[in-house]
């Protein structure tokens, strides 16, 4: 599978899990330049970024070890961004969904506040 696609499945994932959850979607795939946002979803009044990576298995790690901090930089760089051109003055954070295995059987691991900007 190509690596695009590979990346498109675990966002229909994600969007599938947190909707059963009881998020809202907000936006799916938002680019500012050469950033993007997998997912940005709502509840409870908290807006979320999410950041998905999908893995087959975790023969090189779990998925969520790939969000460094380069990664995250970049994310919270984008969300700054949409804050700003939605004019969002609520509570904000940044989670990451770590999806491993197949489509029908895939361990999904959701991490709340997996990062914060730094001042």
Not at 38 to 65: C, M, N
Not at 93 to 107: H, M, P, Q
């Amino acid at each position: 599978m190509k690596t695009i696609e590979k990346g498109k499945q675990g966002e229909e994932i994600a969007v599938s899990y947190l909707v059963k959850k009881g998020y809202t979607i907000d936006a799916q795939n938002f680019s500012w330049g050469k950033l993007e946002i997998d997912v940005i979803a709502s509840i409870d009044q908290t807006l979320v970024f999410v950041e998905v990576k999908f893995r087959s298995s975790k023969h090189y790690g779990a998925p969520w070890q790939a969000v460094n901090g380069g990664k995250q930089h970049r994310l919270i760089k984008a969300a700054h961004h949409y804050i700003n051109k939605v004019k969002w003055d609520g509570e904000a954070r940044f989670d990451v969904i770590s999806i491993v295995g197949s489509t029908a059987a895939a361990e999904i691991q959701h991490i709340e506040g997996a990062y914060y900007p730094r001042v």
